[in-house]
């Protein structure tokens, strides 16, 4: 089929290929293309209803236009079926390994989004996982709405219409558990953040049977990577009965929105800010301009290292404090810490008498990097001059003067870097 011409299109090169069709490379007008064809091997067993179908759904296809849904440029039944579609130069299941859980929640909500899109419009997917979702230019599309289900059928002639890992259960045992619907499509977006973020399906067997049996009746396969508030959301996509599962993408969109708010709430900075994406500033806390943050809990201050100091100077290896009993000032020395880059001291966050040291710290110095705001704490310091040294420190609540203090002391640690860079570059 090599330049081939259709409705002038180059057919260049073979791109991929799957079990019912393949995806063309194309050129027109000095534009590229991708073109999806049936087998020729498939194309012998469809009839003409099965022609009409492709058309029908290549039609649906085109008419939805949304950023995350592939566009379709033409479409027709001759000389063969044929869809002419934007190019994307891989899928997902290419790049799923690569894929951080901030990325996987960026992906999920684009995907999810898209299906939102399709349901307004009375378009149910029904097949969605990593192969169907295309990257184009950085962006996640979702691909393939019905098309190889019509291929499927028309080769099996069978009624079940879906990727087996990713089979929600009423597509298995539409009896028992109804036909598929919007909900189906939940059910499939909660088993590809589950893979995304844990490198393997949530359920997985050898064969066919054992698998479809594991779906029906066993939960998905242990989290061990996600965090806790996104467990809750896939188990809700995951539920057995349709009923049980959110009731719209849209529950599922708000959720997932509602972390990531919390997440970009942070601090936002261009250019910056993956130096500073996923650590945690609570907002009943105080800030010491260095790197220390206090609590104060019954007239005392709790002291400790903040999250984003300690992500950004590595694991702690060792620390040292003054003893119980002993007096500190405000942005003086109260003991010293190591980490693999780097060794300073600890300066306290408020002036007074230290009443108590965290000894498990000083034991197991990466409680730190743990658990900071926790297990992590430092020491207790009964303050001589709270009120007053309060207005020196920056409250957590204060998300605009924190961000302003963050973005300085970005720009000094990237300047310490590029130094260190040219003193490396020397040595060469």
């Known amino acids: 089929m090599d330049r081939v011409k259709l409705s002038g299109y180059s057919l260049l090169k073979l791109i991929s290929t799957g079990g019912f069709a ?41 008419k939805l236009k949304h950023k995350n849904i592939v566009k379709i440029f033409e479409y027709g039944a001759k000389p063969f079926p044929h869809i002419v579609m934007e190019y994307c130069d891989r899928n997902l299941r290419e790049k799923i390994n690569e894929v951080t859980i901030d990325e996987a929640l960026n992906i999920a909500l684009k995907v999810a989004e898209a299906l939102e899109y399709a349901h307004l419009h009375g378009v149910v997917h029904r097949d969605i996982k990593p192969e169907n979702i295309l990257i184009c230019r950085g962006e996640p599309k979702i691909s393939d709405w019905g098309i190889a289900k019509v291929l499927l059928k028309a080769t099996t002639r069978t009624g ?20 598929s619907d919007w909900r189906t499509d939940i059910w499939q ?41 996104l467990k809750q959301i896939i188990i809700k996509c995951l539920a057995k ?39 945690e500033f609570p907002d009943d806390l105080y800030y010491h301009p260095d790197h220390m943050w206090a609590k104060v809990e019954d007239g005392k201050v709790r002291v400790g290292y903040n999250d984003w100091a300690q992500g950004a100077a590595g694991k702690i290896l060792f620390i040292r404090t003054k003893k119980a009993g002993q007096p500190v000032k405000q942005g003086k020395t109260l003991g010293t810490i190591e980490s693999g880059k780097w060794v300073g001291p600890l300066r306290s966050p408020v002036s007074g008498k230290i009443v108590e040291v965290n000894g498990e710290v000083q034991k197991n110095p990466s409680l730190i990097n743990e658990d900071p705001y926790g297990k992590g704490w430092i020491a207790v310091i009964e303050p001589t001059n709270l009120e007053e040294e309060l207005k020196n420190l920056i409250p957590g609540s204060d998300h ?24 490396e570059i020397q040595k060469y």
């Open 160 to 179: 079940y219409t879906g990727t087996p890992l990713y089979s929600a259960p009423e597509q298995l045992d539409p009896e028992t558990y109804g036909a």
């Open 22 to 62: 393949e995806v063309w490379l194309a050129e027109k007008n000095n534009s590229y293309y991708a073109v999806k064809i049936p087998k020729i091997d498939v194309q012998k067993t469809l009839s003409q209803r099965d022609v009409e179908e492709f058309v029908e759904k290549a039609e649906v296809w085109s």
């Open 189 to 229: 977006l909660g088993c590809l953040i589950y893979e995304m973020v844990e490198k393997e399906p949530p359920y997985y067997a050898e064969y066919p049977g054992q698998l479809a049996l594991k779906i029906l009746t066993k939960p998905p396969r242990e989290f061990k990577k996600t965090p806790e508030w």
């Open 241 to 279: 009965r349709k009923e049980k599962r959110w009731r719209s993408i849209s529950l599922v969109i708000q959720a997932l929105q509602q972390r990531q708010k919390q997440i970009t709430e942070r601090v936002t900075i261009k250019g910056l800010k993956k130096r500073i994406e996923g650590y």
């Open 400 to 423: 605009a003067k924190l961000e302003e203090w963050l973005k300085k002391e970005l720009e000094k640690w990237f300047k310490k870097e590029l130094e260190n860079l040219a003193r």
